[in-house]
Structures are given as C-alpha cells and as structure tokens.
C-alpha cells in the first residue's frame, strides 16, 4: 500500500515570496491533515479535511496561509507572502474516518531567507 | 485545550540501557493515546497507541500503559540499540474529533554503541 505522498522535500525561498506543497493521502482515507512543525517542536495542526471539506482550520494564520483539497483526494498548502518564522517542515497526514491513527508523509522542508 | 507533556531532551543511553521517556496529557473526555517516532529525515511514524485506560501498547520491544490515574503514557524499552536513535513524540488523539491529534515537542534520543 502506498504511503502519504508530499512533494517537493525542500524548498528554499527568499521572505515575501510564494511556495506551493501538495499532499496526496493514503486511499480510501477521507480525512487529510496538515501541521507545521518547527525545529524542536512538535507537529501543530494547521487545517484538516473530511473528504473536501475543512473540518478545522482555526489554527491557519489565513492572511498568508490557504489550503484547498478540490476532489477530496490531493491537496495543496501554499504561503504567500511567506515570513522568516514560517521556516519549518510541512506535513500531510491522512487517516479514515473517525479514526485518530494519523499516517504521515515525510514532509516538505521550508527555509525562508 | 487538550495538552501533553514530554520530558525534556536530549536522551543520551549507552546500547542495551533501559530507557523511559515521561509522558503526561492534559484532555477533556477519553482520547486514544499515541506515540510516533522521527527517524533523521524521515516523516513521522505511529510506534505503538493505547485505546483506552490500563490498555498496553507495545511494539518492536517498546511499551506504554495508558494510566488515566495520573494522566500519563510513558514510554520505555528495556534494552535499546543504536538503531533506536530517533525522536519520540507523545500525543494524543480526540476520538470525537475525527481524529484531531496534540503532540508533545519531543523527546531525541541517542543511544551510543
């Protein structure tokens, strides 16, 4: 079965400019998360998905920050302007329904300079 | 809100010592219980969970107990290999919540042949 799968890996951008990370979960999971982790933190959840509806996005700083997942499948996270503090690794989860097991990508890598 | 508690790091153990990593959560209602584990440029991966209290979880030699008492889910492993070397992070998961997750900031560890 294949796993989470997020592209790309690593993105280096300078302040003020726009990135773009895309997700697509594990099939058959309607339920697709993305946290931001940074450096010496844990993950800490941004936005979350039931098929192709935000279920919680309270956390998303949504002046910079947008997500979408149009079909209910993939999905994309982007920034714009990006900051120097949203440096951090980005990571998809997905899992089934009503289930609390998340299964993570291995995460896109975002250094803002 | 819902809140968990890690010890702080770093972990240095020589091969085959004992380790345990303190774990305590703050949560209203009954989550499920989880610990993921970080290897160096990896995403992160489910290592063992706990449904409900005085469930065991347990997995490639390590183990957790779900202790609603004192609010705790440690993680420990009676002989650890260099292998093991990774960070550890504790959260937990709200079962009402289609699976919304809290994770503690992390645990490294570094076992030294």
Redesign the interface.
């Known amino acids: 079965e294949a796993g ?1 799968a ?1 592209s790309p890996r690593y993105k280096i951008i300078e302040k003020r400019q726009s990135v773009a990370f895309w997700c697509n979960p594990i099939s058959g999971h309607a ?1 697709l ?1 993305w946290y931001q982790q940074i450096l ?6 941004l936005i ?1 998905f ?1 098929n192709n509806g935000v ?2 996005d309270s956390q998303l700083p949504k002046d910079r920050f947008s997500a979408e997942r149009l079909k209910g499948v993939d999905s994309t996270l982007k920034i714009q302007p990006a900051e120097l503090g949203d440096s951090a690794v980005y ?1 998809c ?1 997905s ?1 089934l ?11 896109s890598w975002l250094t803002v300079v | 809100g819902d809140s968990v508690t890690q010890m702080e790091g770093p972990v240095t153990l020589s091969e085959e010592a004992f380790l345990t990593i303190n774990c305590t959560y703050t949560a209203t209602g009954y989550p499920s219980l989880f610990w993921y584990v970080q290897y160096p440029g990896e995403g992160l991966q489910l290592l063992l969970k706990a449904t409900k209290a005085d469930d065991k979880g347990s997995n490639k030699g390590f183990e957790a107990t779900y202790r609603k008492e004192t609010t705790s889910f440690h993680l420990e492993k009676g002989s650890v290999q260099v292998s093991d070397s990774a960070v550890y992070f504790c959260a937990l998961g709200d079962n009402t919540n289609a699976g919304k997750s809290t994770f503690g900031d992390g645990t490294t560890l570094t076992v030294k042949p």
């Not at chain 1, 010496?40 to 959840?45: A, D, M, R, S």
């Not at chain 1, 329904?97 to 995460?107: D, K, N, R, S, V």
């Open positions: 989470v997020q339920t998360y010496g933190q844990g993950p800490k959840l979350q039931q279920v919680d990571l989860a899992s329904p009503l289930q609390p097991t998340l299964y993570f990508g291995e995460g």
